[in-house]
């Protein structure tokens, strides 16, 4: 008889179990740093071309999990295919980033959530594509970013150095910004149900803009909206499993777990593991959170990095990875080192 599939490492932490090693994955783990995405890039053409390719996306999804055996895949597309498929125009240009059309927040009646479904159908079908090609014992992410890190975008039309310009819409024009923000969260959260509907086993909520707003603004344009998308996805899909990663909150990644009650947050690198492990309930795993640059240095820098996580997370639900994205310039023989460090380190 065929033994029964095993429980990806990743959701039996996402569950409550602490395991050692912890499962592994790295944020933007599929990228510019791996030649075999460089080569599927470049025969795809625009970036947005390749997230709504079916074929390619599931092919650089795979990638990272082929090469380094992940324990887990991680749709590949954007946070901002949500402001495109609502009709905002999205362009990313070489070696600038992302430039869109800025949104302007009395003209929110251009934007067509009721579109959005239609020009989204294509990842939806990479979700299931990958799903089909991806061992059962490993974990596919599905993801979105949180309303206020898309906002940020939608309203300065690219990544400024501290998004201002939505920090002062949000400021001077709360209204109309909150109906900005009600429009993502709804299209997110049905985004997301979807998601988790064509086979993603977890889907993990971005708001790598967190750390820029006072303790006011975050609460209302961060915490909440994200508390409400969690809320609407779990009306639709009963016990979903989240992943919440609210980047430069400090100290306040216990605010995310207790109110939101995701199955873990993420936490970068700038938070001591250990002050992490201290003032998150233990209900909610952590996920986290090497300073991306260790992972560039390599070396004595990289090693002391890893061993000093997993001596901090010991005995508790973790999820080894960054504290923010791979950055393009790191070497892939850095990440081999990580992944056997990590894998390893359970022994020492
Ligand atoms: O993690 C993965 O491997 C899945 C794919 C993924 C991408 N972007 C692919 C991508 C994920 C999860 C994202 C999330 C994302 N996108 C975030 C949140 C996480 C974070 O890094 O803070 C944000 C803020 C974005 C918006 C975005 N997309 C920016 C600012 C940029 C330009 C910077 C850069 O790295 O180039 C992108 C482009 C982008 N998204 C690339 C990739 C692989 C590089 C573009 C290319 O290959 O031409």
Known sequence: MVPPPRKPTLLRVLDGEALSPPPIWLMRQ?????????????????FLDLCYNSELAAEVTLQPVRRFAMDAAILFSDILVIPDAL???????????????????DRLDALRPAEAAARLSPVLETVRLVRRRLDPDKALIGFCGAPWTVATYMI????????????LAALRQPEAFARLIDLLVEA????????????????????????ILDAD??????????ARIVERLRAKRPGARVIV???GVGGRIRDYAERLKPSAVGIDWTIAPAAAREIVPDAVALQG???PLRLVAGGAALDRGVDAILAAMRGRPHIFNLG????????????ERLVARVRAGARR
């Open 30 to 46: 599929a990228g510019r740093y791996l030649p075999e995405y460089r080569e599927v890039r470049a025969r795809a053409g625009s």
């Open 87 to 105: 009709g905002q125009k999205v362009d990313f240009v070489e070696g600038r980033g992302p430039v869109l059309e800025p949104v302007a927040l």
């Open 156 to 167: 300065a039309g690219g990544t400024t150095p501290d998004q201002a310009p939505a920090r």
């Open 188 to 211: 997110s959260a049905d985004y997301l149900a979807a998601q988790l509907q064509a086979g993603a086993d977890v889907v993990q909520i971005f708001d790598s803009w967190a750390g």
């Open 217 to 226: 603004e975050l609460e209302r344009w961060s915490l909440a909206p994200t």
């Open 245 to 247: 990663f609210a980047r």
């Open 289 to 291: 959170n090497l300073d």
């Open 324 to 335: 923010h994205g791979i950055g393009p310039e790191t070497p892939v023989a850095h990440v």
